[in-house]
């Protein structure tokens, strides 16, 4: 009898344990995803409200713009005109500095400005900021992101840059096999790629590109002035425009390098559309 109680006992525990696992690797946290452009007043409320801000909360902005000092001082001027308060500035110089990062660790909100993303992963390559932003995100933390910080999110992280072609220019000239490059992000969205200043510098041969050499994928074209907000496998969009989702494509193939598919879903959400969303 004895036995048969500390066999269940056992059980228990190792069930327990695992469920409790499982539950670790759903986020508790939000991601407020935006496209760049003009970011208004009332989205930064929004950002704010989303995370259940309060007076004394922290709010980490990390810069990924060369201009580091100008872009962290214009980023802390918006928020502190609505906060009443500073916040901590994550950069270059600061970024292996144990205070600092001690602090992203307890923000409440971390929010990601535009600039270059493939830049951004390389700086911090051999520190612990790829990690504290994850594990903050699955702690419960809001991860906010504009422009470049919006692509960075991914797991497949788009740098913009076209393989083909050497000179840069806002869309793809070709939708063509492996045109797009693409490397490491931060990897808070596994089976997602995001495009950001979408419609405005017409960047879908970018995201057909995207859909039809990853097309497992979900892949989010976000305009200008517009977010998406995602938690728990649902996103809400919210701002001023237009998110555009590309998935399953039917039937792909490749002639000479040009791509092809048949039957792409591609959808075109307004403020106040929400959809599921992989993780």
């Not at 903050?136 to 393989?163: D, F, R």
């Not at 063509?176 to 790629?193: A, C, F, H, R, W």
């Not at 039937?251 to 879903?265: D, H, P």
Request: hydrophobic share 40%.
């Amino acid at each position: 009898m004895t036995r048969i109680v500390c066999t269940l006992l056992l059980l228990m525990v190792v069930y327990s344990s695992s469920k409790a696992q499982t539950t670790s690797k759903i986020p508790k946290g939000t991601l407020f995803i935006i496209g760049g452009g003009d970011i208004s007043d009332s989205l930064r409320r929004e950002i704010l409200t989303t995370a259940g801000w309060k007076k004394g909360d922290m709010i980490a902005a990390v810069t990924l713009a060369s201009t580091w000092d100008s872009a962290f001082l214009y980023t802390n001027d918006v928020f502190k005109k609505l906060t009443g308060q500073d916040c901590i500035n994550i950069d270059s110089a600061t970024i292996h500095n144990p205070l600092t990062l001690d602090s992203l660790k307890k923000a409440k909100i971390i929010y990601l400005g535009g600039g270059d993303q493939d830049r951004f992963m390389n700086l911090i390559k051999g520190t612990s900021v790829k990690q504290i932003i994850k594990q903050s995100y699955y702690n419960g933390a809001l991860i906010a992101g504009t422009s470049a910080g919006a692509s960075v999110m991914s797991e497949k992280m788009i740098t913009g840059n076209s393989t083909r072609d050497k000179e840069y220019t806002a869309t793809f000239r070709e939708i063509y096999t492996g045109n797009l490059e693409v490397k490491e992000g931060l990897g808070l969205l596994d089976s997602v790629i995001i495009d950001q200043h979408f419609v405005v510098r017409s960047r879908y041969n970018r995201m057909l590109t995207a859909v039809m050499d990853y097309p497992a994928y979900q892949c989010i074209g976000i305009n200008e002035s517009t977010a998406i907000i995602v938690n728990k496998g649902k996103a809400r969009v919210t701002g001023e425009s237009q998110v555009i989702l590309f998935s399953n494509p039917k039937e792909r193939k490749v002639n000479e390098g040009y791509l092809g598919a048949q039957s792409i879903v591609i959808s075109v959400l307004l403020p106040g559309d929400k959809f599921a969303i992989k993780r």
